[in-house]
């Protein structure tokens, strides 16, 4: 398994950008497919976006799709997550994921490997 560390989380006003990353650890990350989920108080995780291992495909949850941007730097081990537009819903705490799969899921069950989170909240 991979370990994973994320950064980048804080609060921001409505309409402010952030950008997350995530380091990975361990030999297998240009070979995993990777997600960021996020998951509010009161609610269910849910995904966000995800990266494929070979070619960097890239996948969005519909509600943050033209906004968010996600991208990997396989020589750093890091995957990111650039937000932009920030939306009051947007807060939660934020939480990468690996998969040995070709291309990532979109259920957390698809994920093997998790980082612990970091929060993200955005004022109005």
């Known amino acids: 398994q991979v370990q994973l560390v994320e950064s980048g989380g804080g609060l921001v006003q409505a309409g402010g950008s952030l950008r997350l990353s995530c380091a990975a650890s361990?030999?297998?990350?240009?070979?995993?497919?990777m997600g960021w989920f996020r998951q509010a108080p009161g609610k269910e995780r849910e995904f966000v976006a995800g990266?494929?291992?070979?070619?960097?495909?890239?996948y969005y949850a519909e509600s943050v799709k033209g906004r968010f941007i996600i991208s990997r730097d396989n020589a750093k081990n890091t995957v990111y997550l650039q937000m932009n537009g920030l939306k009051p819903e947007d807060t939660a705490v934020y939480t990468c994921?690996?998969?040995?799969?070709?291309?990532?899921?979109?259920?957390?069950?698809?994920?093997?490997?998790w980082g612990h989170g970091t929060q993200v909240t955005v004022s109005s």
């Open positions: 994921a690996a998969t040995q799969r070709l291309v990532p899921g979109r259920s957390p069950l698809d994920f093997g490997s």
């Open positions: 361990g030999r297998t990350f240009s070979t995993s497919s």
């Open positions: 990266i494929s291992r070979s070619i960097g495909t890239t």
